[in-house]
């Protein structure tokens, strides 16, 4: 019988457990035991119903592109409670000032590949425009050394490219700061278009025509897909699959040590465990203290992953008060405007299935790695700080029915320029040690697809049997 300590309850640690409840299915000797140091499992997967509105402390949804989450609901049987976004109202407005202005149409991702709405567009200056013309003669370049998100597209569109776009834009999935992401690890796709066509205009154009004969006469998937009464489905379906006595809440393992081959699993107040294998599911810092003993290289890289804080405030408004609000999926902030709120996303906008007609919800976001300082606050000085900057910035000066705040501290790993490189070494150290296993968002993709991936990698990995065949698949 092989035993499996589990670390840590979020999705990657839930995703581990419910591949070894498989392998048991199957006939497997396996056992775990997953230890969770909070009353709560889902770790940042958190949702709440409140007068009939679905409100999401984390995450809302999950990229649809990336196949993990959707496969494993589907597997779960509620793939029919997969929702996509509502991508026929996709606009995002960038706040300047007072105004709230689109982004252009055509622009993909970061990139434009429409030239009349781009210049047309009152969010760049025509120093910036005549950038984005130039970039189409950009010349290839190999893919050398890493470098930050903000050197790469300031090379191809100038700064202000970086202010108004790629900050807020990037801020919003990793809490982040271009400056000090790594492009590689975060846009990596646009480091080979670079390295292949230079000009990534030229590039996306490209990949936009071979996309539409591949799509040709297909729907369009949804951009992101979530669960029809939020992701906290996905946490409940999964857990209902488990075994519930070796779900251990309320228990923080305190250090780790290895004799030969098995681990011991220390924790306060409690006896210690042997196990055979170790998956670690953790943020990648626990995970290195917690390796401290066992492999001081590996603990040293695990500690180095930096992370980012962040706070996530839900208002929810009678529908009727939120009239001049305009369509769109919300806006995002960019860091000169001086604002502490980073995003603003329209809730019964982008996932119309989750307030009823007569209301509305707007989730702001605050922190992040430029405001770590934010957590300081206490809720009423964030809520007069959410309300006030909604007055002044799309003029709501209505009281919410219901507000909600929820803290994540050090929650989103950031992968700063040289991050794959350190990811090579914690997999190759990794994997010199019989019986351990990390998974979580820290290494090759920060969302809730890529955790799902990672924990059932995990657990496959413990087992020595070979990684799952697609769609579990790096
Ligand atoms: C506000 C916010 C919004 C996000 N939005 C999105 C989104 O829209 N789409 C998307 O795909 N991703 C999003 N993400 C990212 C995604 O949610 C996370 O990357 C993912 O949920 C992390 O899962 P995890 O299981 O690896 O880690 P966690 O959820 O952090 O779980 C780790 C668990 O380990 C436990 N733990 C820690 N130390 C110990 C210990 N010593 N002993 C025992 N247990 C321990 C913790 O209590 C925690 O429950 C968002 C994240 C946040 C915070």
């Not at 190999?142 to 998100?149: A, F, G, L, T, W």
């Not at 949804?222 to 809440?249: A, C, H, K, Y």
Request: with cysteine; hydrophobic share 40%; aromatic share 6%.
């Amino acid at each position: 019988m092989t035993r499996v300590a589990i670390i840590g309850g979020g999705i990657s640690g839930l995703s581990a457990a419910y591949a070894l409840e498989k392998e048991r299915a199957k006939g497997t000797p396996v056992e775990y035991r997953l230890y969770e140091s909070s009353p709560r499992l889902g770790g940042a997967l958190y949702s709440e119903i409140l007068e009939g509105c679905v409100v999401e402390a984390g995450p809302d949804s999950f990229i649809s592109e990336k196949p993990w989450a959707a496969a494993l609901c589907r597997e779960l049987g509620i793939g029919d409670q997969l929702i996509g976004s509502n991508d026929e109202d996709r606009k995002t407005w960038i706040v300047s000032g007072k105004r709230l202005i689109p982004l252009p149409d055509g622009l993909m991702f970061l990139v434009p590949t429409k030239i009349l709405p781009t210049a047309f567009s009152p969010l760049f200056s025509w120093g910036t425009k005549f950038r984005m013309a130039k970039e189409l003669l950009h010349p290839p370049r190999p893919m050398n050394e890493d470098e930050s998100v903000a050197a790469f597209i300031e090379r191809h569109f100038g700064r202000e490219m970086v202010d108004r776009l790629a900050d807020p834009m990037l801020s919003g999935i990793y809490g982040g700061d271009t400056d000090r992401l790594s492009v590689r690890a975060t846009l990596g796709r646009f480091a080979e278009m670079e390295e292949k066509y230079g000009s990534l205009s030229r590039a996306m154009l490209v990949a936009n025509k071979k996309m539409k004969s591949v799509m040709a006469g297909k729907p369009k998937p949804p951009l992101f897909t979530s669960l029809r009464n939020g992701m906290q489905q996905m946490v409940d379906t999964l857990v209902s699959r488990l075994t519930p006595e070796w779900l251990i809440l309320n228990t923080k393992v305190d250090s780790i040590q290895k004799h030969r081959d098995e681990y011991s699993v220390m924790f306060a107040g409690r006896e210690t465990e042997v196990f055979d294998a170790i998956i670690l599911a953790t943020p990648a810092n626990i995970a290195g203290r917690l390796l401290a003993d066992i492999d001081r290289g590996l603990a040293s890289d695990l500690q180095q992953v930096p992370y980012s804080s962040s706070v996530t405030a839900t208002l929810i408004y009678d529908m009727a008060d939120l009239r001049s609000l305009p369509g769109g999926h919300g806006f995002l902030v960019p860091r000169s405007e001086g604002r502490r709120m980073r995003a603003c996303t329209f809730v019964h906008n982008k996932f119309p299935h989750r307030a009823p007609p007569d209301k509305g919800i707007l989730r702001c976001f605050l922190g992040g790695a430029n405001d770590e300082a934010i957590l300081q606050l206490s809720d009423e000085e964030m809520f007069a700080i959410v309300q006030r900057e909604l007055r002044e910035i799309i003029g709501l000066t209505a009281q919410p029915r219901i507000q909600r705040l929820y803290r994540w501290r050090g929650a989103m790993a950031q992968y700063p320029p040289g991050h794959l490189d350190r990811v090579d070494r914690i997999e190759k150290a990794a994997a010199l040690v019989p019986g351990l296993a990390i998974a979580g968002n820290a290494f090759r993709g920060i969302g809730v697809p890529d955790c799902v991936r990672t924990g059932t990698v995990a657990a496959t990995t413990v087992l020595g049997l070979p990684s799952p065949a697609s769609p579990i698949k790096r």
